[in-house]
């Protein structure tokens, strides 16, 4: 089983929509998760990081289950911008990080 | 904040030659390493950890003596990638963990801005 699954999408989705994203991970003592946003040929930049209790960034907002293992992300009101790949970033103890496979997100006119 | 520079951003060569993409730390001490890399339309892949001064691990299925990953000081770590060939073609990025900065977010990871290889 992989340490992270994440849905490939790709998700096509019109402007002003709300869209969310999950993504889950299998160890239990994972302790860091964040997403990230990654552009064609770009690096992956940090968009949001989880937080227990759940954050919200504007129209970004991001979950973190414990009980059932994942976390989510939730873009309202899509902007043409917003188009990118999303992935989420789970970190077990000191150096072992595991990425999703990553979203793809693309929002239509 | 912390920043990671990567270069060449871009290289194509021969079949058979060796390219060398440095990644250096430009204010904190990069204590640990990785390198990625990425197919077009894929996630990116881990290939390697690399902590300062010691030998990288490398994950499964990726050879060690074709990617030849240095890491002998705080702020550089390169990788070479040896007798390259046409399907060694792909972006590769490296990232970075390290002390001696104050992180004025929670962010874990600070990316170089990739290098897109292309193998003729």
């Known amino acids: 089983r992989k340490e992270v699954e994440q849905d490939p999408g790709p998700f096509n989705v019109p402007e002003g929509a709300t869209v969310a994203f999950n993504c889950t991970y299998s160890n239990s003592a994972s302790q860091s998760f964040f997403w990230y946003r990654q552009d064609c040929r770009k690096e992956p930049k940090l968009l949001m990081s989880?937080?227990?209790s759940g954050n919200e960034d504007g129209r970004f907002t991001a979950q973190l289950n414990r009980a059932s293992q994942y976390i989510s992300l939730l873009i309202r009101d899509s902007k043409l911008s917003d188009s990118a790949t999303y992935l989420c970033v789970v970190i077990t103890g000191a150096n072992n990080l595991f990425f999703g496979t990553g979203t793809r997100l693309t929002v239509i006119p | 904040g912390a920043v990671v520079s990567q270069h060449p951003s871009r290289v194509i060569c021969k079949s058979g030659t060796s390219v060398k993409i440095e990644c250096r730390s430009l204010d904190f001490q990069a204590t640990t390493m990785f390198w990625y890399r990425q197919f077009p339309k894929q996630s990116l892949m881990l290939m390697a950890t690399s902590n300062e001064g010691s030998k990288a691990t490398y994950e499964q299925g990726v050879e060690k003596d074709k990617f030849l990953i240095n890491h002998a000081s705080l702020t550089l770590s390169t990788l070479t990638v040896t007798s390259a060939h046409p399907e060694d073609s792909s972006f590769y990025i490296c990232s970075a963990r390290g002390t001696g900065v104050t992180f004025s977010t929670n962010e874990k990871l600070f990316f170089g801005s990739g290098t897109q290889l292309s193998v003729l």
């Open positions: 989880v937080y227990s």
